[in-house]
């Protein structure tokens, strides 16, 4: 570590600060420096104690309470050193290699569905349109000017919701559960999740996995419904509905592989 990082108040305009607390180097996997990944500390006033993320994509977040100590935060890493690198390096095996942006095409698994990207230029806002849509995808329109990342990570949410609402409406039917609401996120360390009220939270990133895979995700969260916890009758519910789900589960474990570097990152 070069020096005592200073930890500021967290901030209207700039939660988020950079740090240099772990101090890593070498060549990772696809001939990325480690360095690429710069950890981030991300100051939160609902937070209580200090807490470690490491994101699919390799990135590195400290969460601190408003008042902790520079000092403090570099004993909390230098603590959690060894498991921040193990996580770190899983991250960097399985997360996509380095592609072109923009994409040419996107491919969408769960539906086969394959959009060409089309740079249309012009003025205004960057918006995107679907032309020519079809079972097996179109061309999707890129028109305007600003920032095409954040344009296909609309498009991707609104997509989502297209597509993953109704899946989760059959599955749930066939499964005689009744949930409250389908809410899609694009969370950058899960796939889904079940609250108390019985909304169900999915990953719009699921559309670039298989759709055996993304059943058994939504069997997954439908079975929480009725059973909040990971105990034998869960397990055995999820078994009634989807028998080969320990195969899935291992895959939807690697599904980061699948996700377009675009989707979350921003280089």
């Not at 200090?50 to 603590?79: G, I, K, Q, T």
């Not at 997360?95 to 491919?107: D, T």
């Amino acid at each position: 570590m070069k020096n005592n990082p200073t930890i500021e108040p967290p901030d209207g305009n700039s939660p988020q600060l950079q740090m240099d607390l772990l101090n890593v180097e070498g060549v990772g996997e696809n001939g990325d420096s480690h360095r690429d990944v710069a950890p981030r500390i991300r100051v939160s006033r609902r937070a209580r104690r200090l807490s470690v993320r490491v994101y699919p994509d390799a990135r590195v977040e400290v969460v601190v309470p408003p008042r902790a100590r520079a000092s403090d935060v570099e004993r909390f890493v230098a603590a959690h050193r060894e498991w921040i690198d193990n996580k770190r390096a899983v991250a960097l095996r399985n997360r996509p290699p380095p592609e072109p942006f923009p994409p040419a095409r996107l491919r969408l698994s769960l539906t086969g569905e394959t959009w060409h990207l089309h740079l249309a230029g012009g003025t205004g806002s960057m918006r995107l349109t679907e032309a020519d849509p079809g079972a097996a995808g179109g061309i999707l329109r890129a028109g305007g000017a600003g920032n095409l990342r954040a344009a296909l990570r609309a498009w991707l949410m609104r997509a989502a919701k297209v597509r993953l609402e109704p899946r989760v409406a059959a599955l749930a039917a066939a499964m005689g559960v009744r949930y409250a609401k389908v809410s899609i996120r694009r969370q950058r360390s899960r796939w889904g999740s079940c609250s108390a009220r019985g909304t169900i939270s999915l990953n719009a990133c699921l559309l670039f996995q298989r759709p055996e895979v993304v059943d058994y995700l939504i069997v997954h969260e439908l079975v929480h419904v009725r059973h909040m916890n990971h105990s034998a009758r869960f397990w055995k519910a999820v078994e009634a509905h989807c028998p080969g789900w320990r195969a899935l589960d291992r895959e939807l474990l690697h599904g980061w592989r699948n996700v377009p570097r675009w989707a979350f990152c921003d280089e």
